[in-house]
């Protein structure tokens, strides 16, 4: 029993004053999240998760001095486990597998320290997300953020389908000196663009891609992000807000054909089939009825509009599957021939998958020369890092959803069917930054949500 003395509590407060610097603030998570269509235009895009990882680092060595105590995930040790084996496959950088572009290791290091800072950035983002409490930054707030950017994301799909070539210098950019402002590679990350144009149907269209660099990164964040949008807008009692979220789904569908993106399709319906599963489990049949009537709705938008001619050619025309397949067969020969730690990295196979001698040149950065790994998160973790990196990649994220599979919330189903969809995106779509960055803020969300349901139990 606790005996409370009027003005006690004022006064504590007081006296606990100088232990307030070991508080955790929201501005860091949230800076990142509310602000991120303005680092895209200034260059920054993900260059901003390792720069605000310094801060939430900082903060969480701060509060661990002061002796608060550091929470770490569920699972973390297999993470761990992963991050050792991406360090140690860098021992094997120096190889040079049958069928690709010999090169010296430190010509590779440059996209080595890359990924590796960003592994290292998003795990401080977890861990500092999951070290949150509701005071500093509800659940429901990071939800509304996440949601948010799931109509920046609808946003830079419909800047790309009406304005393709759009794209600036950013003010990062500008500062850069033009030997290195010109690599492909950089641009990438500093360059701002709507859209990426491709020639995937019959003549140059645009694909969105704004405001997340790639096409297929577009796509993948699509789907990680679009149930939160949901979980935000039933989350208030405000009918016109539903209705605004409704209506953003809606206009969604036009930018999602329009990019020609199958795996971004087959990624909506993973999401939507395992949110009805876990909705008829739950004895709630009616979302059975919900579903087809939002399927015969899709249906009949794709049967009124020219919609429906986007997905058929799209449909006729698999121009990236020969690619694919080759990326796929070099990515398993690599994981045979060092099945253990990998190869540290990607590797550029010798020419295309018809012929030796289509490379890439100063003209043509870009041109032959295939990225092995860089068709699917799947494969990179198979060739770069072997079967300890895979292995320990894949167990951290089921650990998490067999360790949450009772969280029958809003944030526990959309959390649990973000990372299902990430499984899927896996065999096309990599994950480095953004999708492993809102991977792991779902598994956050989770996370907090087992506490605070534990705290309440207690």
């Known amino acids: ?83 050792a084996a991406v360090v140690i496959s860098i021992a094997a950088l120096g190889a040079d597998p049958a069928g690709t572009v010999v090169e010296h290791a430190s010509d590779r290091l440059v996209a080595v320290v890359y990924r590796l800072c960003m592994y290292a950035s998003l795990t401080v983002l977890l861990v500092y997300t999951g070290n949150l409490t509701e005071a500093e930054l509800p659940r429901r707030r990071l939800v509304k953020l996440l949601g948010w950017l799931f109509v920046v994301t609808v946003a830079g799909g419909l800047l790309g389908l009406v304005a393709g070539r759009f794209e600036f210098t950013s003010p990062v950019e500008w500062l850069l000196p033009g030997s290195v402002r010109g690599k492909g590679f950089v641009q990438s990350l500093v360059h701002p663009y709507a859209a990426q144009i491709m020639d995937l149907v019959g003549g140059e269209k645009p694909r969105p891609a704004a405001p997340w660099g790639y096409t297929n990164t577009w796509g993948n964040n699509f789907c990680l992000l679009m149930g939160w949008l949901v979980v935000a807008a039933w989350a208030t009692r405000r009918a016109g807000t ?20 199958r795996g971004l399709w087959i990624g909506i319906g993973v999401v939507v089939c395992y949110v009805a599963a876990r909705y008829v489990l739950m004895g709630r049949l009616w979302i059975i009825g919900a579903v087809t009537l939002a399927a015969a709705g899709l249906v009949l938008a794709l049967l009124a509009t020219p919609l429906g001619d986007v997905v058929d050619a799209r449909l006729d025309n698999g121009k990236s599957n020969g690619v694919r397949s080759f990326l796929v067969d070099r990515a398993l020969d690599g994981f045979v021939d060092s099945p253990i730690i990998g190869y540290g990295s990607t590797r550029n196979t010798i020419g295309g998958r018809n012929s030796i001698t289509v490379g890439e040149s100063s003209g043509c950065e870009r041109c032959g020369n295939f990225t092995v790994g860089g068709n699917g998160q799947l494969w990179q973790l198979m060739y770069a890092h072997g079967s300890v990196g895979t292995v320990a990649y894949l167990a951290f994220f089921g650990y998490g959803l067999w360790r949450f599979r009772r969280d029958r919330t809003g944030i526990g189903i959309a959390g649990s069917a973000a990372i299902v969809s990430s499984f899927a995106a896996m065999l096309w779509y990599n994950a480095i930054p953004t999708p492993l960055a809102f991977m792991f803020l779902a598994y956050a969300l989770l996370w907090r949500n087992h506490l605070e349901g534990d705290a309440h139990a207690r």
């Open 1 to 83: 029993m606790t005996l409370v003395v009027p003005g006690a509590t004022q006064r504590a407060a007081h006296s606990t004053a100088p232990e307030r610097p070991t508080w955790l603030p929201a501005w860091p998570v949230a800076s990142v999240l509310a602000l991120y269509p303005l680092w895209w235009a200034l260059g920054l895009g993900v260059l901003i998760f390792p720069i605000m990882a310094v801060p939430m680092l900082v903060l969480l060595l701060r509060r661990r001095a002061a002796g608060r105590p550091l929470r770490l995930p569920p699972g973390f040790g297999w993470w761990a486990l992963f991050l």
């Open 242 to 261: 539903k209705l605004l979220a409704v209506l953003c789904l809606a206009v969604a569908i036009v930018p999602a054909v329009v990019s020609l993106n």
